[in-house]
């Protein structure tokens, strides 16, 4: 809970009314109820003020309020988006708290645990583990031998992390993903029985990253599959061994990358989109919803569309196209019916 005179000294707003309210919650401002703060960024949303039962909202300093009968306090700020991201930290739910070790947690004797770690019932801390400070760890949460997780990062519920992977810094990673299980590697024998390949190596995961619920990461067979600086994984990604995964790149749920490809930095993937094995991308590139890659792309900064990948304004175009395919067909036909008739008063 923060009263409105707190939030306006952190968001470094200018609070217009009673600054004793309580504010438990952010909503929408047309859904709003008492001990709710909501926001105004644009004049278009100025119309919901009146009706609306928001406790505080914070508006922009550059917008004119003509009507406030309920006398709503209002904060105004010059970024009410910076504003509004600072008080969803803040006001944050979900978020594991730090409620220190519990005694239904198992802790090997091996293990490394650094000064403000909390860890929950029922997770699981390996021989030589390392955890950094800060680290909160929730429950059912399994930490293979001879894992380093750094400091701020925040585990989830269920997730599995294997034998010697690396954590980096300021990491959030949600319930049940899996980090470092097995690569796809197996080979067919003289009879078609295949066999399976020893996945060796580890996952390395940088500093700043975020991965969402559900996301699988395999272990590199040999070597390290790499997940960079300041990447966002969404819920559903399976990455495949030995990837590499460039700084600041984002990807949305349902995505696939198959094994041994390298991810430039500050690419966007939209949802459901597949990359081949043995690829390399160009920075910067950007994928639509359910782009197929199979070839790798050598220019930075190009979008793209479609399976397999073309340029996504050649995409569209050719969409074009594609929908007038029926009325096409019937053209050609009449043509062909035309000619046909032509032909035949030629004695053809």
């Known amino acids: 809970m923060l009263t409105t005179k707190e939030i306006s ?5 200018k609070l217009e009314g009673n600054p004793d309210i309580e504010i438990y919650n952010i909503e929408r401002i047309d859904h709003c109820k008492q001990g709710n703060i909501s926001f105004i960024a644009n004049e278009k949303y100025l119309k919901y003020l009146d009706d609306s039962k928001a406790s505080a909202i914070v508006i922009g300093d550059n917008l004119a309020v003509k009507s406030n009968k309920n006398n709503i306090p209002l904060i105004r700020v010059a970024n009410v988006y910076a504003a509004v ?24 004797s091996n293990a490394s645990i650094e000064e403000n770690v909390s860890i929950g019932a029922f997770s699981y801390v390996s021989d030589f583990a390392k955890i950094g400070a800060n680290t909160l760890i929730s429950t059912q949460v399994f930490i293979g031998k001879d894992v380093v997780i750094g400091n701020n990062v925040k585990i989830y519920p269920g997730v599995k992390i294997y034998n010697g992977c690396k954590i980096g810094n ?9 980090i ?11 009879k078609g029985v295949y066999e399976k390949v020893p996945q060796v190596g580890i996952v390395t995961i940088k500093d700043n990253v975020e991965i969402g619920a559900n996301t699988v990461i395999d272990r590199a067979t040999f070597g390290e599959t790499v997940i960079h600086d300041g990447v966002k994984l969404d819920n559903l990604i399976q990455v495949a061994h030995n990837v590499e995964i460039g700084k600041n790149t984002v990807i949305a749920a349902q995505s696939g990358i198959a094994g041994s490809t390298e ?7 939209g949802g459901q989109v597949g990359f081949g094995d043995h690829l390399k991308i160009a920075n910067g590139s950007k994928f639509q919803g359910k782009t ?6 050598k220019q930075p900064n190009k979008s793209f569309m479609g399976t397999p990948a073309i340029d996504y304004n050649n995409h569209v175009k050719s969409f074009i196209v594609f929908k007038k395919l029926p009325e096409l067909q019937k053209k050609i036909l009449e043509l062909e019916k035309q000619i046909e008739k032509i032909n035949k008063s030629l004695g053809k």
């Open 9 to 13: 000294n952190i968001i470094s707003g």
């Open 180 to 190: 470092g299980s097995d690569g796809f590697g197996f080979k067919p024998d003289e």
């Open 292 to 297: 197929g890659i199979l070839q790798n792309i």
């Open 85 to 108: 991201t600072t008080l969803l930290k803040l006001l944050e739910k979900g978020s594991i708290e730090n409620n220190g070790i519990s005694q239904m947690s198992y802790i090997s």
């Open 263 to 269: 991810l430039g930095e500050n690419i966007i993937c």
């Open 170 to 178: 300021n990491c959030i990673i949600h319930a049940n993903t899996v």
